[in-house]
C-alpha cells in the first residue's frame, strides 16, 4: 500500500478531491492537462443560484491547492495509462513541453507583452485573441507562462525569440522536451471533467454567423475579466442587442446526434446569464426556449420564478428547429409555441446556444487504457449504491467524468471519491506527509507601518469605485507606508506582491480593500504569515458588497464611501495586536445522527477510514425511506441495498447502532462535543470530535389535494410502490405532478418526484402492457442520464399531458379533467386510480436538532448548508456536517454520494493529532467581573461559565463567581463584551478601543446626517 493518491483533472472537482486527501494525510498528486487548474469553473462569470462570482469564491481554492505542502501540481500533463491494483497502481503522466522553466518563471508577463504572435484564446471560447506565450487568466495556478508550440514563430519557422530576450530570469528554452514520468500510488481519482458540445454540427443553428454565440462564450462576454469588461455587445459589430434569445438543449436531450440525455445544467445557466445580462442592460428583451424548465435544485425554483418576476425573463416553451439568416444578415427564429400550437417567428440581434456537457476526450483515453468501464453514453459507469466507484477497484471517479452535473453536486461527489481513497488507504495516512513551515514571525514595533492594499476585482469594484484615487488617498492616511492597486487581489501573483511588500517595506499592518472576508480573509491571513507577520495584524475592508455592488449607479458616492471603509480599517489596524491560537486536544470519534441510507453510508466510511462512529436512528431499524420503496429506477431492489449497509455495518467493530434512540443534548464544540442520547429510557453520555447530520426527510400528506384522503381512489407514489409490489389492479392510472410542490406554500422543486413517477409508469406499463398510464405534468424534470426513462416511458405508451399551473387538474368521480396546454383544450381522462407525486418536506426532528448544534434550518426546515456551491456538506459551525435528503430532496444515489463527502471532511478533522482555536476570542478581565452570568446567559455557543476563583484584595483573600471564556468553544462573535455590564469581556481584534478608533474615523469623513420618517441618511 502506498499512502499517495493521483487525481486527474483539476477543474473544482479534481481540487476538492485533492485537498480533502491532502488534508487526510496523504501525499497527494494533482494531474491536470492544461497549462493551470480550475477548469471551466474558472471561465464563469457568476454562480446561480446566489450569483456569486465564480473566480472569487474559486480563487481562493486554486490558493490553496497551490500552496499546500502535501499536494504536487502537475500541470500541463497527461495520463497515458494506469496499471496496478488497489493500493498499488502505476499512472505513467506525459508532461508536455512547456518551453518555459516553472521553477524560474516569475509570472512577470513581459513575454506575453512583447510576443507578436496573436492567436485565439481558448480561455476566453475565442471571443479574444491571446499571445503564442501566455499565462491562461490572471488567478492561474501555477502562475507560469506557456509557449503554445503550434503558433510559436520561433518553434515554427526559427525566428523571433522575443521572449527569451525580454525574461529576465532566463526561464524560457526552445529546446524542452515532452518527459514521461511514472507515478507509484495506492488510489486514484478521475476528475476529468467535459467538454462543452461543439454546435457546429448543428447547422441548422446557423454558430457560423457571428451573433450566434454558445452560453460559454456569453459567460466570457459577461465576466468582468472578459472580452468585453463584462458589456454584452454584437460580435458582428459591437453594438448593444436589444433583443437576445436562448435555445435550450443543443447538443441534449437529442438522439439524433446520440445525445439521449439530459446535460443537468443549461437551464439554469442560461437563467443565471438572462439575469446577469438584463442586470447589464435592464432594457434588453430576452427569451428563453425551452423544452422543459429543469430548476430542480435546491433554491432554483425560486431563482427561476426570480428571473421572471423580478426581471421580466420570457420563458417559451419550444424548441426552434433552425436559427435564420436573413439576406440583410439579421437572425431570426421560427417556431411552434407549445402552449398554443402557433408557428410564430420572432427577430433577434443575438442568438446563445445553450450547449450541453459532452464526455471529455480524456476520460475514454484513460478509461480505454486502464480496463475502466463507461456507460453507454461515453461517461465512467458506476452502480446508483456505489455512485463513485468504478469496475477497476482503488479508481474512483468524481464530478461530471461520471455523468452531467452541477457544480454542489460536483464537490460532493469530489470529496466522496476522496473518501473512499483514504479508506483504501487508511493504514499509510501519514506517511508520506510533510508539515507546512513558516518564517519566524517579526516582532511587533511600536510604530505601526501599515500596507494598503486595493483591489479592481476585474470590473466589479474598479467600474464603480476610482480605485486609483482610493489608493492615492491611503497614502495620505495617518500610520500608511505603503498602497497599492491589484487587479485582483486574491490571485497568486498578488499574494507574492503584498508578500514582497510586507518585506520590502517592513510592514507590521496590512489592509486589504477588496471583497467578502468570509470567503477571503483566510487567505490573505496567510499570506501575511508567509511574510513573517502575525495573521491577526490584517484587516479586510469589504468595498465590494458594501460599496461598488450597492451603488453601481453612484460612482462618485460610491468612490467616497470607500475611502471611508478603508480609513476606518486603517484606523482600527493601528490598534491591532498579535493573536495566537491554542492547541487543544480532540476526540478522534463521530457520531452520526440518522441511519437512513445516507447514514449509514456516513458511518461506513468514517469506520472504514479508521474511527470510531456511533450512528444514532429513532427507528427500530435502520434504512429510513429507502424501507418503504420497492424498486429503484435501475430496477434495483431498495431492500437488498439496505440489508448490505446493514451487514457492513454489523460486521465492522467500529461502528456503534444505537436504535430507537434520541439525541437530546449536545454541548462541547470542534473536536470535543458531548452528546447525551435518550435510549430505552436510558441516557447514555458520548464523546465524539465531529458530527454527521443526516436526519433525512419525509414524504408530503397531501391532506385534501385533489380528494386526497376522502377519495379512496387517489394515493401518493409511496403507496403505489407498495401497490406494485402487491400486483396492482388498476388498469387506467393518471399521475398528478408537482402535487403540493412549486406553489406558494412550498415552492421548491421536488425534485425526485418526476423520476419516481416516470419509473413507477414504466413498472406499470411492463407488467400490464394494456395499462392506461398518464403523467400530468407542469416541466418534466428527468434531468442527467435519468432522461433515458423519459424516452423509455414514451416508447412503452406513457402519455404525458401538460398543465399549466394556473389550471390544475380536477379529480372527479370516475375521471380526472385537465387542459392540455398543447391542443389547449380540456381533456377528460377515465381513471381507476390517480397517484399524486409529491414533493419530500423537511424532517420532524430538524427543528430541535439545528438548535442542539447551533446550525441553521432555511425557510423550508432542511438544513442550511455553509455555501451551496463549494461548502454543499458544511455548516458554519466547525465540527458539523450534514448529507442527504437533510439538506434538500435528492434520489439515492446523490444521497450516497453526500453522504461519503461529510464523512470525507468529518475525516479532515478526525485524523488530526490536535485541534487549533479560534485566536479572535473573548478574554475576561477577572477583576472587573463581577460574576452576574450576563455572558452566560447571551452565549449562543456555550463558550463562558461561572467558576469558583480566589480573589485577594487588600491581603484578604475570598473567593466568587468569575466567567471563563473555553476558547475552543468561542467563535468571537462578541456578544458577551457587548452585555457585560461591567466591561470585563473584552472580544480581541474588536476590541473597545479598535471599534471606538474605526467609528472616529468614520465621522471625520460625514458631511452631513438626516433623519427622514426614521431613515438615517448618512452624507460622506
Same mark, same amino acid.
Given at each position: 500500500m502506498k499512502g499517495s493518491v493521483a487525481v486527474v483533472g483539476g477543474g473544482v472537482a479534481g481540487i476538492q478531491a485533492a485537498l480533502d486527501l491532502a488534508d487526510n494525510g496523504f501525499k497527494t498528486y494533482l494531474i491536470e492537462s492544461k497549462p493551470s487548474i480550475g477548469g471551466t469553473m474558472s471561465q464563469l462569470d457568476k454562480t446561480f443560484p446566489t450569483n456569486d462570482c465564480a473566480m472569487c469564491i474559486l480563487s481562493p481554492k486554486l490558493v490553496e491547492t497551490g500552496r499546500h505542502p502535501n499536494i504536487e501540481l502537475l500541470s500541463y500533463s497527461d495520463v497515458k495509462s494506469i496499471t496496478g491494483e488497489a493500493g498499488d497502481f502505476r499512472v505513467k503522466v506525459l508532461r508536455k513541453a512547456r518551453y518555459v522553466d516553472e521553477a524560474k518563471c516569475t509570472g512577470c508577463g513581459n513575454c506575453t507583452e512583447k510576443c507578436p504572435k496573436k492567436v485565439d484564446d481558448d480561455y476566453n471560447a475565442g471571443m479574444s485573441k491571446r499571445k503564442a506565450i501566455y499565462i491562461p487568466f490572471a488567478q492561474a495556478i501555477p502562475r507560469v507562462a506557456t509557449i503554445d508550440a503550434a503558433n510559436c514563430i520561433y518553434l515554427t519557422k526559427g525566428k523571433c525569440g522575443n521572449c527569451k530576450k525580454v525574461c529576465g530570469v532566463e526561464a524560457v528554452d526552445y529546446e524542452a522536451?515532452?518527459?514521461?514520468?511514472?507515478?507509484?500510488?495506492?488510489?486514484?481519482?478521475?476528475?476529468?471533467?467535459?467538454?462543452?458540445?461543439?454546435?457546429?454540427?448543428?447547422?441548422?443553428y446557423r454558430f457560423d454567423h457571428p451573433d450566434v454565440i454558445t452560453s460559454l462564450q456569453l459567460e466570457r462576454l459577461l465576466s468582468a475579466s472578459g472580452p468585453t469588461q463584462g458589456h454584452v455587445t454584437k460580435p458582428s459589430n459591437g453594438e448593444v442587442p436589444k433583443k437576445i434569445g436562448f435555445i435550450q438543449c443543443v447538443g441534449s436531450r437529442n438522439p439524433r446526434i446520440s445525445r439521449k440525455y439530459c446535460s443537468s445544467v443549461c437551464c439554469m445557466y442560461a437563467t443565471k446569464e438572462a439575469i446577469i445580462a438584463k442586470e447589464h442592460d435592464p432594457e434588453l428583451d430576452i427569451t428563453i426556449f425551452n423544452i422543459d424548465i429543469r430548476a430542480f435544485g435546491k433554491n432554483f425554483e425560486e431563482f427561476y420564478n426570480r428571473a421572471q418576476r423580478e426581471y421580466g425573463i420570457k420563458y417559451t416553451n419550444s424548441r426552434p428547429p433552425e436559427v435564420i439568416v436573413g439576406a440583410d444578415n439579421t437572425l431570426s427564429v421560427k417556431y411552434e409555441d407549445f402552449n398554443t400550437g402557433e408557428l410564430k417567428s420572432?427577430?433577434?440581434?443575438?442568438?446563445?446556444?445553450?450547449?450541453?456537457?459532452?464526455?471529455?476526450?480524456?476520460?475514454?483515453?484513460?478509461?480505454?487504457?486502464?480496463?475502466?468501464?463507461?456507460?453507454?453514453?461515453?461517461?465512467?459507469?458506476?452502480?446508483?449504491?456505489?455512485?463513485?466507484?468504478?469496475?477497476?477497484s482503488g479508481i474512483y471517479v468524481?464530478?461530471?467524468?461520471?455523468?452531467?452535473?452541477?457544480?454542489?453536486?460536483?464537490?460532493?461527489?469530489?470529496?466522496?471519491?476522496?473518501?473512499?481513497?483514504?479508506?483504501?488507504?487508511?493504514?499509510?495516512?501519514?506517511?508520506?506527509?510533510?508539515?507546512?513551515?513558516?518564517?519566524?514571525?517579526?516582532?511587533?514595533?511600536?510604530e505601526p507601518r501599515t500596507g494598503v492594499f486595493v483591489c479592481h476585482c476585474g470590473i466589479?469594484?474598479?467600474?464603480?469605485?476610482?480605485?486609483?484615487?482610493?489608493?492615492?488617498?491611503?497614502?495620505?492616511?495617518?500610520?500608511?507606508?505603503?498602497?497599492?492597486?491589484?487587479?485582483?487581489?486574491?490571485?497568486?501573483?498578488?499574494?507574492?506582491?503584498?508578500?514582497?511588500?510586507?518585506?520590502?517595506?517592513?510592514?507590521?499592518?496590512?489592509?486589504?480593500?477588496?471583497?467578502?472576508?468570509?470567503?477571503?480573509?483566510?487567505?490573505?491571513?496567510?499570506?501575511?504569515?508567509?511574510?513573517?507577520?502575525?495573521?491577526?495584524?490584517?484587516?479586510l475592508a469589504n468595498i465590494r458588497e458594501h460599496c461598488s455592488w450597492v451603488h453601481m449607479k453612484e460612482k462618485d458616492k460610491a468612490t467616497e464611501k470607500a475611502k471611508s471603509i478603508v480609513r476606518m480599517a486603517v484606523a482600527k489596524s493601528a490598534f491591532f495586536q498579535p493573536l495566537y491560537k491554542q492547541k487543544v486536544s480532540l476526540i478522534n470519534k463521530a457520531m452520526v445522527i440518522g441511519g437512513g441510507v445516507a447514514g449509514m453510508t456516513a458511518a461506513l466510511d468514517i469506520a472504514n477510514n479508521g474511527y470510531e462512529v456511533t450512528l444514532v436512528e429513532k427507528e427500530k431499524e435502520l434504512g429510513g425511506m429507502l424501507k418503504d420503496m420497492t424498486e429503484m429506477h435501475d430496477g434495483k431492489k431498495p431492500s437488498e441495498i439496505i440489508s448490505d449497509l446493514a451487514r457492513q455495518i454489523h460486521d465492522n467493530n467500529k461502528i456503534t447502532v444505537m436504535n430507537e434512540a434520541k439525541l437530546v443534548d449536545v454541548e462541547g464544540h470542534l473536536g470535543n462535543f458531548k452528546g447525551t442520547v435518550l435510549s430505552g429510557g436510558q441516557e447514555t453520555h458520548l464523546d465524539f470530535g465531529a458530527a454527521v447530520i443526516a436526519t433525512g426527510a419525509r414524504n408530503l400528506e397531501p391532506a385534501g389535494l385533489f380528494g386526497y384522503g376522502s377519495n379512496s381512489r387517489v394515493v401518493t407514489q409511496a403507496q403505489l410502490e407498495k401497490m406494485l409490489a402487491e400486483n396492482l389492479s388498476a388498469n387506467n392510472i393518471t399521475m398528478i405532478q408537482c402535487a403540493g410542490a412549486r406553489n406558494p406554500e412550498r415552492e421548491y422543486c421536488g425534485r425526485t418526484c418526476c423520476v419516481d413517477a416516470v419509473k413507477n409508469a414504466i413498472r406499470i406499463k411492463k407488467a400490464n402492457s394494456k395499462a392506461n398510464v398518464f403523467v400530468l405534468y407542469r416541466d418534466i424534470r428527468t434531468y442527467g442520464v435519468t432522461e433515458k426513462l423519459y424516452e423509455t416511458a414514451r416508447e412503452l405508451g406513457v402519455l404525458f399531458i401538460q398543465y399549466d399551473k394556473d389550471a390544475p387538474p380536477q379529480v372527479q368521480d370516475s375521471a380526472v379533467v385537465v387542459h392540455d396546454v398543447m391542443l389547449n383544450e380540456d381533456i377528460e381522462i377515465e381513471t381507476d386510480?390517480?397517484?399524486?407525486?409529491?414533493?419530500?418536506?423537511?424532517?420532524?426532528?430538524?427543528?430541535?436538532?439545528?438548535?442542539?448544534?447551533?446550525?441553521?434550518?432555511?425557510?423550508?426546515?432542511?438544513?442550511?448548508?455553509?455555501?451551496?456551491?463549494?461548502?454543499?456538506?458544511?455548516?458554519?459551525?466547525?465540527?458539523?456536517?450534514?448529507?442527504? /435528503?437533510?439538506?434538500? %430532496?435528492?434520489?439515492?444515489?446523490?444521497?450516497? &454520494?453526500? *453522504?461519503? !463527502?461529510?464523512? +470525507?471532511? =468529518?475525516? $479532515?478533522?478526525?485524523?488530526?493529532?490536535?485541534?487549533?482555536?479560534?485566536?479572535?476570542?473573548?478574554?475576561?478581565?477577572?477583576?472587573?467581573?463581577?460574576?452576574?452570568?450576563?455572558?452566560?446567559?447571551?452565549?449562543?455557543?456555550?463558550?463562558?461559565?461561572?467558576?469558583?476563583?480566589?480573589?485577594?484584595?487588600?491581603?484578604?483573600?475570598?473567593?466568587?463567581?468569575? /466567567?471563563?471564556?473555553? %476558547?475552543?468553544?468561542?467563535?468571537?462573535?462578541? &456578544?458577551? *463584551?457587548? !452585555?457585560?455590564? +461591567?466591561? =470585563?469581556? $473584552?472580544?480581541?481584534?474588536?476590541?473597545?478601543?479598535?471599534?471606538?478608533?474605526?467609528?472616529d474615523a468614520f465621522e471625520q469623513g460625514i458631511k452631513s446626517i438626516a433623519v427622514n420618517e426614521k431613515v438615517v441618511e448618512v452624507t460622506v
Open positions: 522536451k515532452d518527459e514521461e514520468i511514472e507515478l507509484n500510488v495506492g488510489s486514484v481519482v478521475i476528475a476529468t471533467g467535459f467538454k462543452p458540445f461543439d454546435p457546429s454540427v448543428l447547422t441548422n420572432q427577430g433577434l440581434d443575438m442568438v446563445i446556444l445553450s450547449i450541453g456537457l459532452d464526455p471529455s476526450d480524456s476520460t475514454r483515453t484513460i478509461a480505454e487504457s486502464s480496463g475502466i468501464a463507461l456507460d453507454e453514453f461515453g461517461n465512467i459507469a458506476t452502480s446508483i449504491e456505489a455512485p463513485v466507484e468504478t469496475s477497476v468524481c464530478g461530471v467524468a461520471q455523468g452531467p452535473k452541477d457544480i454542489p453536486d460536483t464537490v460532493a461527489q469530489a470529496s466522496a471519491a476522496a473518501s473512499k481513497a483514504a479508506a483504501l488507504l487508511s493504514g499509510e495516512r501519514g506517511t508520506l506527509i510533510k508539515e507546512r513551515e513558516f518564517p519566524d514571525e517579526k516582532t511587533l514595533s511600536s466589479n469594484i474598479g467600474s464603480v469605485v476610482n480605485v486609483p484615487g482610493v489608493v492615492e488617498y491611503a497614502k495620505t492616511l495617518p500610520n500608511v507606508t505603503y498602497a497599492q492597486e491589484l487587479l485582483y487581489a486574491c490571485s497568486s501573483d498578488s499574494q507574492e506582491a503584498i508578500k514582497q511588500a510586507i518585506s520590502g517595506n517592513n510592514l507590521n499592518r496590512v489592509v486589504v480593500a477588496s471583497c467578502t472576508p468570509r470567503t477571503h480573509e483566510p487567505l490573505f491571513q496567510n499570506t501575511c504569515r508567509e511574510a513573517g507577520l502575525n495573521p491577526y495584524l490584517f484587516e386510480l390517480v397517484v399524486l407525486s409529491t414533493p419530500l418536506i423537511s424532517g420532524e426532528d430538524n427543528s430541535g436538532i439545528n438548535q442542539l448544534f447551533k446550525v441553521p434550518l432555511d425557510k423550508n426546515g432542511f438544513f442550511l448548508e455553509a455555501h451551496p456551491k463549494l461548502r454543499p456538506v458544511e455548516f458554519a459551525t466547525d465540527g458539523v456536517f450534514l448529507c442527504g /435528503s437533510a439538506q434538500a %430532496p435528492k434520489l439515492m444515489e446523490e444521497a450516497i &454520494s453526500q *453522504a461519503s !463527502a461529510a464523512a +470525507s471532511r =468529518a475525516c $479532515t478533522i478526525l485524523s488530526r493529532d490536535f485541534i487549533e482555536t479560534e485566536a479572535m476570542v473573548s478574554i475576561v478581565n477577572e477583576a472587573k467581573c463581577i460574576g452576574c452570568g450576563t455572558c452566560v446567559t447571551v452565549c449562543p455557543y456555550n463558550a463562558p461559565a461561572l467558576e469558583e476563583a480566589t480573589v485577594t484584595a487588600e491581603e484578604v483573600s475570598y473567593t466568587a463567581k468569575k /466567567s471563563r471564556i473555553n %476558547p475552543a468553544a468561542c467563535k468571537g462573535c462578541g &456578544s458577551c *463584551a457587548a !452585555a457585560c455590564p +461591567s466591561g =470585563a469581556i $473584552t472580544a480581541q481584534h474588536f476590541s473597545r478601543k479598535e471599534i471606538g478608533e474605526a467609528i
